[in-house]
């Protein structure tokens, strides 16, 4: 049971502040006067009288301030240390019992405390990594939910140029699949892609697609104009006077293929006597001539949509379905 303890006035001033206050102000009396003569700072007196034995020094010196200011106000000092004595029993009480009951809702709190075992620390473990993996997947669905990005570095912008091929660079996000015009392109681990397009006179439109599994797109268009310069064959007055005509033998190329590509935008590849001519992407309408002295190698990722003449016989397509051709081989044995 928790008890209070409290100092009541009954019938007037009983508590020492008060009989010390009202003697002073009856006989008119300031506290300065008083400290003055007391040799007692005017501070001590103050708390003195208002009952603030914690603003004041230790207990020794607070009965000598009792028993001075007693005889200086003509008051029985004896009287006056034993209700100080009183007064202060009953403060140590209640300090004391508010100490106790501070000790108790400690107590109170420790009981709560959480000890952590090991199956208390599996459970937090499990708890972790299920939401780890919520975040994981959050993570995965969220990036697939956006279009991947996609950054052609190379051209820049729309352009006009001579070559009839061109090199697109570019980059996207790890994962996603790149295509120019409709025609897949290689992306290596950290996104990055490199193409080489071989195009057709005039203009070209090129339309670069980078995808996700979500099938969301990210696309970058791109137009380029192909205008070659006519070429002018000069004839010297020796070749004019001699009548031949004939090229140096070393020069002299003995088989030709043109690929030529229709409907869809193809990956080629081509080596002329095992080194490498062409290898990227043609778009519809284009056309390029490959000639070498003992073969040429033509793969091609569209069958149907690539066409070859090879030494001025048109062949037509190498296929009737987009199969991949890999490795057709002509030679100048070959009679077609």
Same mark, same amino acid.
């Given at each position: 049971?928790?008890?209070?303890?409290?100092?009541?006035?009954? *019938? *007037?001033?009983?508590?020492?502040?008060?009989?010390?206050?009202?003697?002073?102000?009856?006989?008119?009396?300031?506290?300065?006067?008083?400290?003055?003569?007391?040799?007692?700072?005017?501070?001590?007196?103050?708390?003195?009288?208002?009952?603030?034995?914690?603003?004041?020094?230790?207990?020794?010196?607070?009965?000598?301030?009792?028993? /001075?200011?007693?005889?200086?106000?003509?008051?029985?000092?004896?009287?006056?240390?034993?209700?100080?004595?009183?007064?202060?029993?009953?403060?140590?009480?209640?300090?004391?019992?508010?100490?106790?009951?501070?000790?108790?809702?400690?107590?109170?709190?420790?009981?709560?405390? #959480?000890?952590?075992?090991?199956?208390?620390?599996?459970? %937090?473990?499990?708890?972790?990594?299920?939401?780890?993996?919520?975040?994981?997947?959050?993570?995965? #669905? =969220?990036?697939?939910?956006?279009?991947?990005?996609?950054?052609?570095?190379?051209?820049? =912008?729309?352009?006009?140029?001579?070559?009839? =091929?061109?090199?697109?660079?570019?980059?996207?996000?790890?994962?996603?699949?790149?295509?120019? $015009? *409709?025609?897949?392109?290689?992306?290596?681990?950290?996104?990055?892609?490199?193409?080489?397009?071989?195009?057709?006179?005039?203009?070209?439109?090129?339309?670069?697609?980078?995808?996700?599994?979500?099938?969301?797109?990210?696309?970058?268009?791109?137009?380029?104009?192909?205008?070659?310069?006519?070429?002018?064959?000069?004839?010297?007055?020796?070749?004019?006077? /001699?009548?031949? @005509?004939?090229?140096?033998? @070393?020069?002299?190329?003995?088989?030709?293929?043109?690929?030529?590509?229709?409907?869809?935008?193809?990956?080629?590849?081509?080596?002329?006597?095992?080194?490498?001519?062409?290898?990227?992407?043609?778009?519809?309408?284009?056309?390029?001539?490959?000639?070498?002295?003992?073969?040429?190698?033509?793969?091609?990722?569209?069958? =149907?949509?690539?066409?070859?003449?090879?030494?001025?016989?048109?062949? *037509? %397509?190498?296929? @009737? $379905?987009?199969?991949?051709?890999? @490795?057709?081989?002509?030679?100048?044995? #070959?009679?077609?």
């Amino acid at each position: 049971m928790n008890q209070e303890f409290t100092i009541k006035k009954v *019938g *007037g001033a009983d508590t020492i502040g008060d009989i010390f206050q009202e003697r002073r102000r009856r006989d008119v009396l300031s506290l300065e006067d008083a400290a003055t003569k007391l040799r007692i700072q005017t501070k001590y007196l103050k708390a003195l009288e208002q009952g603030k034995y914690k603003e004041l020094p230790a207990d020794v010196y607070i009965r000598g301030f009792i028993k /001075s200011y007693a005889e200086y106000l003509g008051l029985d000092s004896e009287a006056m240390l034993k209700l100080y004595k009183t007064e202060r029993n009953i403060i140590e009480n209640i300090d004391k019992k508010n100490n106790e009951a501070g000790a108790d809702e400690v107590k109170e709190f420790r009981k709560f405390r #959480i000890v952590v075992t090991p199956k208390l620390a599996k459970i %937090a473990l499990t708890i972790l990594i299920i939401a780890g993996l919520i975040f994981y997947l959050w993570y995965q #669905i =969220s990036g697939l939910s956006a279009a991947p990005k996609l950054l052609v570095k190379e051209p820049l =912008s729309d352009i006009t140029i001579a070559e009839d =091929s061109i090199i697109i660079i570019g980059e996207t996000k790890a994962g996603a699949d790149v295509t120019i $015009n *409709g025609q897949n392109v290689y992306v290596d681990a950290e996104g990055n892609f490199k193409e080489s397009v071989a195009l057709q006179e005039g203009l070209n439109n090129l339309r670069i697609v980078s995808s996700n599994r979500l099938n969301k797109e990210n696309i970058v268009e791109r137009k380029i104009m192909v205008e070659r310069a006519e070429e002018v064959a000069v004839i010297s007055d020796t070749d004019e006077d /001699s009548g031949e @005509d004939e090229k140096p033998a @070393d020069v002299i190329k003995e088989i030709e293929l043109v690929v030529s590509i229709k409907d869809l935008a193809t990956w080629i590849h081509v080596e002329e006597d095992g080194k490498i001519a062409y290898s990227g992407t043609m778009l519809p309408d284009s056309e390029q001539t490959f000639k070498a002295k003992e073969n040429i190698t033509l793969s091609s990722g569209k069958a =149907s949509s690539t066409y070859v003449t090879f030494n001025g016989k048109e062949i *037509g %397509a190498l296929g @009737d $379905n987009a199969e991949v051709i890999r @490795d057709m081989k002509f030679t100048k044995e #070959i009679s077609l």
